[in-house]
């Protein structure tokens, strides 16, 4: 089963460059695409049986053993965020496939370079979870962050300019942060192997341990997006095409919270900045949801509930527990799967109202029923309505920050459960204006027919955030044993050392 591990990475990457080599032909680019990601997504299954059965599996690139040599490693955790994110990404591309054809009228891609693009944007993230090493990790962002680049910039229109060379700018600066806390671990302990650096850790200065992880938490929560080191993302993600935008909130921002759940559990499991955490989490809910109430625009206003759920997450880590990191893992799952889904409906909503201005658009559950059925099942498993998947995660963190006890968890929880009525509310809002009252301006003629594809890949998203909640028993049993093995750390580092750390 080792063969298999790092297929995730090398299968997107032989297609970015099959797609390439046939940028003159856009049936056969799209068929590639399609074939690669379904490929992504069988692996990431098969993987996720096998850890599930016999725990993390090791690759050696190269033949090379840790820790002169890169490792891959694929454990519950990593395995079952491959699983999820090529599901995603699979959906994304054939509702993109859909938006072109309708955009041009034609079955001609206009844009010959996303499909090379988006396959090595899901090399980084595939790179990214199974990284064994930090310096691996970082170069799994920088390939993920290359493809972001030219993706948020698609069309070189002068807002998707401007807003795009903000994303640059704060993401390299990120990566800089990254890139000089990585250089300090290796001056500190001779490795930047994970497995090995959870045994070495340990005997630095706590003074010295504690900078370092400092700086790997800036790194990764500006990735992330958790307040104070969100303000970039509302206005960056909004003006890419919608796939763009919606693959962008339901992954990027995740991989940063992987990076923190895998580090703080890993390499920094003493909990001393569990503190910090839990006020950066509170934070990061209420602000983010007081963000989205003060918007007029769907696009904008899904990005500030991004920040804000992300919020959710951390609290999770910040727990320390296991009932906390299952919660935390389940609910990313979920979150990726839901906040992927609501803003492929806000492209829908583009294409049938022509605007996403809440302010210009309404009349759409009468002229556009499937849409408003669309946006309303997903944005009630945002808000946490029974019994969607929303609410168990959110039912799973609280129940878990209630048996800690304490002031923070406490207060956590009645942050949490505030957030959620104000996601309530402002989905509610959405709904009322959007879907429910009288148009005020002339939404596009009742003859334009959605594309099939987009309608297709948004309702299989749509099942498969309510799939979820019907298997939410079993996929939390995966998040325990998997939060489990993370607070244990022993089944990841026998993986990559069978005969001890050295």
């Not at 400092?214 to 929560?221: P, S």
Request: a positive charge.
């Amino acid at each position: 089963m080792s063969r298999l591990v790092p297929l995730p990475v090398v299968v997107p990457l032989l297609g970015a460059a099959l797609t390439l080599l046939l940028a003159a032909w856009p049936r056969a680019q799209r068929a590639v695409s399609v074939t690669c990601l379904a490929a992504t997504l069988a692996v990431a299954v098969a993987l996720l049986v096998q850890t599930y059965r016999q725990g993390p599996i090791v690759a050696e690139v190269g033949g090379w053993p840790a820790p002169v040599g890169i490792v891959l490693v694929a454990d519950q955790l990593a395995a079952l965020m491959l699983v999820v994110s090529a599901a995603v990404t699979l959906c994304v591309l054939l509702y993109s496939i859909g938006q072109r054809q309708w955009e041009t009228g034609t079955t001609a891609t206009p844009v010959a370079i996303f499909h090379p693009t988006y396959l090595v944007l899901t090399a980084g993230v595939t790179n990214a979870f199974l990284a064994g090493d930090l310096f691996n990790l970082f170069v799994g962002f920088e390939i993920l962050l290359a493809a972001s680049f030219v993706l948020i910039t698609l069309g070189g229109t002068e807002t998707r300019i401007r807003t795009g060379s903000t994303y640059v700018v704060v993401n390299v600066l990120s990566s800089m942060t990254f890139l000089t806390a990585v250089g300090l671990v290796y001056a500190a302990t001779g490795t930047v192997n994970m497995a090995q650096l959870a045994s070495r850790l340990d005997a630095l200065p706590d003074g010295v341990r504690l900078s370092l992880q400092l700086m790997l938490l800036v790194a990764f929560g500006v990735k992330a997006a958790v307040f104070p080191l969100s303000a970039w993302l509302p206005d960056s993600y909004p003006t890419a095409p919608a796939p763009v935008t919606a693959v962008f909130a339901g992954l990027l921002t995740k991989v940063g919270v992987y990076a923190i759940i895998r580090t703080e559990t890993l390499l920094f499991p003493d909990g001393r900045v569990a503190g910090l955490l839990m006020v950066v989490a509170g934070l990061t809910m209420l602000i983010g949801i007081l963000g989205a109430v003060a918007q007029s625009d769907m696009k904008r206003l899904f990005s500030f509930t991004l920040v804000s759920h992300i919020g959710y997450m951390i609290f999770g880590v910040a727990l320390s527990t296991v009932a906390g990191l299952s919660g935390s893992i389940f609910y990313v799952v979920h979150h990726i799967t839901i906040q992927t889904t609501l803003f492929l409906v806000a492209g829908l909503v583009e294409v049938r109202a022509g605007s996403t201005d809440l302010r210009r658009i309404g009349g759409l559950s009468r002229v556009a029923p499937l849409i408003g059925v669309l946006f309303f099942v997903s944005a009630m498993n945002l808000a946490g309505i029974p019994p969607f998947s929303g609410f168990l995660g959110k039912l799973g963190l609280f129940q878990a920050g209630v048996a800690v006890g304490g002031v923070l968890p406490a207060v956590l929880v009645a942050a949490g459960a505030l957030t959620s009525l104000l996601t309530l509310y402002v989905a509610s809002r959405v709904w009322n204006v959007a879907f429910w009252r009288a148009p005020r301006l002339d939404t596009r003629e009742p003859t334009v027919r959605l594309p099939a594809l987009m309608v297709g890949a948004t309702v299989a998203l749509v099942v498969l955030g309510l799939t979820l909640t019907v298997v939410a028993g079993p996929i939390f049993d995966v998040t325990a044993d998997a939060a489990a093995d993370l607070l244990d750390r022993t089944p990841y580092v026998r993986a990559v050392y069978p005969e001890g750390t050295p």
